[in-house]
Each structure stands twice: as structure tokens, then as C-alpha cells.
Nanobody
């Protein structure tokens, strides 16, 4: 299992930026794939961005060009840089870790609220 702790959420105006961090412990960080997910009230949890152990990335169409996922293996941390935020980005954001396709764990979530 892996322990994941998210931070960096908050309240921001539309057009603003936030950087989320996900600190991981309890496993060999560099071996794992990571993803950022979000869940808005009344909606299903959705994948926002993913990064593989090799550094390959993928994004939901709704955030392409605005969000960037990255990882720092030396700091055991995954980041989500979110620019040009929109009210529809408002959600609880969760960090997820996998070893291959095997689920390792989820963080507790961090709230992102974008005001119009």
C-alpha cells in the first residue's frame, strides 16, 4: 500500500492558477504510475491527468492546454499545475497511485473552488 497526501487546493477566481501536490510514501515512488482525479457534487469521479513511471502523460480533453501533471522522483511528489481555471473545474481533487494496473491507494482529496 501507499499513503498519499494532497495539498494546494483552495478558492481562486476564474482565470487564476493553483498547483496541487501529492506526497507519496510507503512504496517505491519511481515504480508507480500516478493520476489526478476529480469529483464534483452529483457527478462521477473522473480522470483529469495521468503520468506513468516513464514520465508519459495523458489528459482529459477538458483540461488539455491548461493543466500540467509532473513528478519529482527525488521528492516522492506528483504535481498538478492548473492554469486558466474555470468554474467547471470546481471539485474535490484526488491523487491515485498504481503499480501497473494494480491499485495502490487514494489520497483524502483537496477542494478546489473556482468562482466566476
Amino acid at each position: 500500500q501507499v499513503q498519499l497526501v494532497e495539498s494546494g487546493g483552495g478558492l481562486v477566481q476564474a482565470g487564476g492558477s493553483l498547483r496541487l501536490s501529492c506526497a507519496a510514501s510507503g512504496s517505491t515512488f519511481s515504480n508507480n504510475n500516478f493520476g489526478w482525479y476529480r469529483q464534483a457534487p452529483g457527478k462521477q469521479r473522473e480522470l483529469v491527468a495521468g503520468i506513468s513511471r516513464s514520465g508519459s502523460t495523458n489528459y482529459a480533453d477538458s483540461v488539455k492546454g491548461r493543466f500540467t501533471i509532473s513528478r519529482n522522483n527525488a521528492k516522492n511528489t506528483v504535481y498538478l499545475q492548473m492554469n486558466n481555471l474555470k468554474p467547471e473545474d470546481t471539485a474535490v481533487y484526488y491523487c491515485n497511485a498504481k503499480f501497473g494496473l494494480r491499485e495502490l491507494g487514494w489520497g483524502q482529496g483537496t477542494q478546489v473552488t473556482v468562482s466566476s
